[in-house]
């Protein structure tokens, strides 16, 4: 089974950019439909981006739709976020996660889950 490391969370001001890296434990990320989640206070976790095992399909929330960017390294082995013009409404824990087909992803199937990382936007 994958195993999967988050980085690159931290603090940001509105307005500024992050971008966060799943890394897997060697395995191909083709091999795995990928996806970002998020947890804020009191909320529920909820899909930020998922791609397909081919790279050929993506989803976005609406709510960073034109803001956030998942994609893979030419290496196959890491998959990042790149997060846009945050807002403080982008605060939360994210969290990499892999399964094993791009419609179970979507629909909050996960097989594996990182251990998260911490994500504050400042107003």
């Known amino acids: 089974q994958v195993q999967l490391a988050e980085s690159g969370g931290g603090l940001a001001q509105a307005g500024g950019s992050l971008r966060l890296s799943c890394a897997t434990s060697?395995?191909?990320?083709?091999?795995?439909?990928m996806g970002w989640f998020r947890q804020a206070p009191g909320k529920e976790r909820e899909s930020v981006a998922v791609?397909?095992?081919?790279?050929?399909?993506?989803h976005y929330a609406d709510s960073v739709k034109g803001r956030f960017t998942i994609f893979r390294d030419s290496a196959e082995t890491t998959v990042f976020l790149q997060m846009n013009s945050l807002k403080p409404e982008d605060t939360a824990v994210y969290y990499c996660?892999?399964?094993?087909?791009?419609?179970?992803?979507?629909?909050?199937?996960?097989?594996?889950w990182g251990q998260g990382t911490q994500v504050t936007v400042s107003s």
């Open positions: 996660a892999a399964g094993p087909r791009y419609s179970q992803l979507l629909a909050g199937e996960v097989e594996t």
């Open positions: 060697g395995l191909p990320v083709s091999g795995y439909a």
């Open positions: 791609i397909s095992r081919s790279g050929g399909m993506l």
